[in-house]
């Protein structure tokens, strides 16, 4: 069942210096029980987008299609989005330590959202509270849900975050980078918890990072990002056993792999993200592409002559590079997992 | 908690003793003659070397000023024989001008500087945070513009022009109330009003100029936290969001200043009381001044300074009554 239809989104935000154009045109689908990964590096539009899904673009312009189990969310009452915020969507913030309100207790601002959609009791909605944090894994929930965020470990307040997230029973949870502020094991403890939710209750996913290594772990689709716009668009093993786009394929060679011979130099893409401001003519990420700079004059007029389209490459694999060779096989899923 | 308190009231009382120390030490170096004051102008100088043995200005300046910090505590003896009297806690000593207790001066003149300053501040604070809400919310607007550049105008505004203005429009040529005097909050509390509202709108004026724009840049701040916008991911209402998670911390630095500026003003506002003429404690500083009349000033100097850190120690305790972050386990 598809939750969530994303089309031709856009978002622009205007600033003292123009207009910045933060995501122009993505599409994408999210079903119940999968998991959608949104790779790219910061500036390439992958949060603005989960906040432009979840209403929250505060100040900024947003254009096309977004639906949500069937309603239409671009142009819709605040109060529509609103009553499906925390209710049917709910987003997982990465700093959970400033995404939390230092003045109340985790158990309240879990209690606050069951209430604000259930119209529950305070006593009823702080023991569904308690409830999540327990399925969540944190020890005591009763104890610790009269605690402040600042008295909770990083990992604990990551689960905290998840289960204030949890608490309503949305269908769709969106999560920005919810590892990038822990450190690794916790990392883990933390992904496979969500995981672990998801395939209890069905629940569609977006995982947005810039870590690969996160992707691997939990995507089954991933849409990869860059200046705003999609590259590459793929199920998850077809991504990482064939990518089709250079940017892809920097970023799968620019991981360190430990099977690597001695000597072996790190891979780079050189250069840095497009300003979103003045993005370059054409394909945004011709300037630090290998392929366009290896191609022939006359062929590579097309990476500067407009943006190019998501084209289908083969069965469920698009990639927006009109330089596109032959795919040879490459890095396998497996490997980058380890 | 406890011991919080206990280490902070012993700050206190030691910042207390230093300001006694330095202010008694710029008396010490001060030329003018204690002693020749208070025998008045037609001493001889036998007398006065009798009035300075009997003031105990012979000893040296520890000796005194540690009889005065005991004195505040035990009370003193001053002069002897017949002359002497005894003066009990709290003994801030006699003014040499007037030769009345320091501390019965003080507490005649607290009143009228503790109306002044609670009144004002109550306007201040309501005046200063509407305007600085309604802008951080209606940011870029022509109101939040107005508002701001108003703000700029009055905080320029000198308190003695802004009592002048206010004097000569509303007392002077519209007539809408009698020239103010003090009158006391018990004797008439309609015409104790009355008498303050220009004094408290002129001491409000600035401070709530100054209040909005501190307000305004706290709640913009406030707004664009994360937290707040976990707040909205929630699904609550807009206006939840602002009243629950986004003023309350934007206003924790306001009461933080709240509380220093009031402790500041309650032993008196020098400047107002003297333009609108009100018996505080302001205006009594300002008259010993003129007059080098040390122990009041000494009194009035240590009573601000009583003020300014038990006002400090109450804001620590109301903020970690807010914040718990702030609460040391």
Request: charged share 15%; net charge neutral.
């Given at each position: 069942?598809?939750?969530?239809?994303?089309?031709?989104?856009?978002?622009?935000?205007?600033?003292?210096?123009?207009?910045?154009?933060?995501?122009?045109?993505?599409?994408?689908?999210v079903?119940?029980?999968?998991t959608l990964g949104i790779?790219?590096?910061?500036?390439?539009?992958k949060s603005?987008?989960s906040l432009?899904v979840m209403?929250l673009?505060?100040?900024?312009?947003?254009?096309?299609?977004?639906?949500?189990?069937?309603?239409?969310?671009?142009?819709?009452?605040?109060?529509?989005?609103?009553?499906?915020r925390g209710?049917?969507m709910a987003m997982v913030f990465q700093d959970a330590l400033t995404s939390l309100?230092?003045?109340?207790?985790i158990?309240?601002q879990i209690?606050?959202a069951?209430?604000?959609?259930?119209?529950?009791?305070?006593?009823?909605?702080?023991?569904?509270?308690?409830?999540v944090l327990?399925d969540v894994g944190?020890?005591?929930?009763?104890?610790?849900?009269?605690?402040?965020p600042?008295?909770f470990?990083g990992g604990m307040r990551q689960r905290a975050m998840i289960a204030l997230a949890l608490s309503c029973e949305p269908d769709l949870i969106i999560a920005d980078e919810p590892t990038t502020a822990l450190?690794?094991?916790v990392q883990?403890q933390v992904l496979e918890l969500l995981m672990k939710i998801q395939?209890?209750r069905?629940l569609g996913i977006i995982m947005i990072t810039?870590?690969?290594?996160v992707?691997?772990?939990v995507?089954?689709?991933?849409?990869?990002?860059?200046?705003?716009?999609?590259?590459?668009?793929?199920?998850?093993?077809?991504?990482?056993?064939?990518?089709?786009?250079?940017?892809?394929?920097?970023?799968?060679?620019?991981?360190?792999?430990?099977?690597?011979?001695?000597?072996?130099?790190?891979?780079?893409?050189?250069?840095?993200?497009?300003?979103?401001?003045?993005?370059?003519?054409?394909?945004?990420?011709?300037?630090?592409?290998?392929?366009?700079?290896?191609?022939?004059?006359?062929?590579?007029?097309?990476?500067?002559?407009?943006?190019?389209?998501?084209?289908?490459?083969?069965?469920?694999?698009?990639?927006?590079?009109?330089?596109?060779?032959?795919?040879?096989?490459?890095?396998?899923?497996?490997?980058?997992?380890? | 908690?406890?011991?919080?308190?206990?280490?902070?009231?012993?700050?206190?009382?030691?910042?207390?003793?230093?300001?006694?120390?330095?202010?008694?030490?710029?008396?010490?170096?001060?030329?003018?003659?204690?002693?020749?004051?208070?025998?008045?102008?037609?001493?001889?100088?036998?007398?006065?070397?009798?009035?300075?043995?009997?003031?105990?200005?012979?000893?040296?300046?520890?000796?005194?000023?540690?009889?005065?910090?005991?004195?505040?505590?035990?009370?003193?003896?001053?002069?002897?024989?017949?002359?002497?009297?005894?003066?009990?806690?709290?003994?801030?000593?006699?003014?040499?001008?007037?030769?009345?207790?320091?501390?019965?001066?003080?507490?005649?003149?607290?009143?009228?500087?503790?109306?002044?300053?609670?009144?004002?501040?109550?306007?201040?604070?309501?005046?200063?945070?509407?305007?600085?809400?309604?802008?951080?919310?209606?940011?870029?607007?022509?109101?939040?513009?107005?508002?701001?550049?108003?703000?700029?105008?009055?905080?320029?505004?000198?308190?003695?022009?802004?009592?002048?203005?206010?004097?000569?429009?509303?007392?002077?040529?519209?007539?809408?109330?009698?020239?103010?005097?003090?009158?006391?909050?018990?004797?008439?509390?309609?015409?104790?009003?009355?008498?303050?509202?220009?004094?408290?709108?002129?001491?409000?004026?600035?401070?709530?100029?100054?209040?909005?724009?501190?307000?305004?840049?706290?709640?913009?701040?406030?707004?664009?936290?994360p937290f707040?916008r976990t707040a909205r991911a929630k699904g609550?209402?807009?206006?939840?969001?602002?009243?629950?998670?986004?003023?309350?911390?934007?206003?924790?630095?306001?009461?933080?200043?709240?509380?220093?500026?009031?402790?500041?003003?309650?032993?008196?506002?020098?400047?107002?009381?003297?333009?609108?003429?009100?018996?505080?404690?302001?205006?009594?500083?300002?008259?010993?001044?003129?007059?080098?009349?040390?122990?009041?000033?000494?009194?009035?100097?240590?009573?601000?300074?009583?003020?300014?850190?038990?006002?400090?120690?109450?804001?620590?305790?109301?903020?970690?009554?807010?914040?718990?972050?702030?609460?040391?386990?």
């Amino acid at each position: 069942m598809t939750l969530l239809e994303v089309k031709d989104l856009a978002v622009e935000f205007t600033t003292a210096e123009g207009v910045v154009r933060a995501v122009r045109g993505v599409d994408f689908t999210v079903e119940a029980g999968r998991t959608l990964g949104i790779v790219g590096e910061s500036g390439s539009g992958k949060s603005v987008t989960s906040l432009a899904v979840m209403g929250l673009h505060r100040g900024a312009a947003v254009t096309g299609s977004v639906r949500f189990q069937g309603t239409e969310l671009i142009g819709a009452p605040e109060e529509t989005v609103r009553q499906l915020r925390g209710r049917r969507m709910a987003m997982v913030f990465q700093d959970a330590l400033t995404s939390l309100h230092p003045y109340f207790t985790i158990g309240d601002q879990i209690a606050e959202a069951h209430r604000a959609h259930f119209g529950t009791g305070r006593r009823a909605a702080l023991a569904r509270a308690v409830e999540v944090l327990g399925d969540v894994g944190i020890p005591e929930p009763a104890r610790r849900a009269g605690e402040y965020p600042h008295q909770f470990s990083g990992g604990m307040r990551q689960r905290a975050m998840i289960a204030l997230a949890l608490s309503c029973e949305p269908d769709l949870i969106i999560a920005d980078e919810p590892t990038t502020a822990l450190d690794v094991t916790v990392q883990a403890q933390v992904l496979e918890l969500l995981m672990k939710i998801q395939q209890d209750r069905g629940l569609g996913i977006i995982m947005i990072t810039h870590d690969l290594g996160v992707i691997a772990r939990v995507a089954d689709e991933v849409l990869v990002m860059y200046g705003g716009a999609a590259a590459e668009q793929a199920p998850a093993e077809t991504l990482f056993s064939t990518p089709r786009h250079p940017y892809t394929q920097g970023l799968l060679d620019s991981l360190p792999r430990l099977d690597a011979a001695d000597g072996d130099p790190l891979h780079a893409i050189p250069g840095s993200p497009p300003s979103l401001l003045s993005p370059p003519a054409g394909c945004a990420f011709h300037p630090r592409c290998a392929r366009y700079a290896a191609a022939p004059e006359e062929v590579r007029a097309v990476c500067t002559d407009g943006r190019p389209p998501l084209r289908l490459v083969a069965e469920q694999h698009r990639s927006a590079c009109l330089l596109d060779p032959p795919s040879a096989g490459r890095t396998t899923h497996q490997e980058v997992t380890a | 908690m406890i011991a919080f308190l206990i280490r902070r009231v012993a700050g206190i009382l030691l910042t207390l003793v230093v300001i006694a120390a330095i202010t008694f030490a710029v008396f010490y170096l001060l030329p003018s003659d204690p002693a020749a004051q208070f025998c008045g102008k037609d001493c001889s100088a036998d007398r006065i070397l009798l009035v300075r043995q009997q003031m105990g200005l012979d000893d040296p300046v520890t000796v005194q000023f540690g009889r005065y910090l005991v004195g505040i505590f035990a009370g003193q003896t001053l002069g002897s024989g017949s002359y002497a009297v005894h003066c009990g806690f709290p003994c801030f000593g006699y003014s040499y001008q007037s030769a009345q207790p320091v501390w019965d001066l003080m507490m005649d003149r607290l009143p009228a500087s503790a109306s002044l300053a609670v009144g004002a501040a109550f306007l201040w604070l309501v005046m200063g945070l509407a305007a600085g809400v309604v802008s951080a919310l209606r940011r870029g607007t022509w109101l939040d513009r107005t508002l701001m550049v108003g703000t700029i105008g009055i905080a320029a505004m000198p308190v003695y022009f802004t009592a002048m203005v206010l004097l000569y429009f509303v007392v002077g040529q519209l007539n809408l109330i009698p020239y103010p005097r003090y009158i006391a909050f018990g004797e008439h509390p309609f015409q104790w009003i009355q008498n303050l509202i220009l004094p408290w709108i002129t001491l409000a004026l600035m401070s709530a100029a100054m209040y909005a724009r501190m307000t305004r840049n706290s709640v913009i701040e406030t707004m664009a936290e994360p937290f707040v916008r976990t707040a909205r991911a929630k699904g609550l209402r807009e206006r939840r969001v602002v009243a629950k998670h986004g003023l309350r911390p934007a206003l924790t630095p306001v009461a933080t200043m709240l509380g220093m500026d009031l402790g500041g003003l309650l032993a008196g506002a020098l400047i107002t009381e003297s333009l609108f003429g009100l018996p505080g404690v302001g205006k009594l500083f300002a008259d010993s001044l003129n007059k080098a009349d040390q122990p009041v000033i000494m009194g009035v100097t240590l009573l601000a300074s009583f003020f300014i850190v038990t006002s400090n120690l109450i804001v620590d305790v109301v903020y970690a009554w807010i914040d718990p972050r702030a609460r040391l386990s």
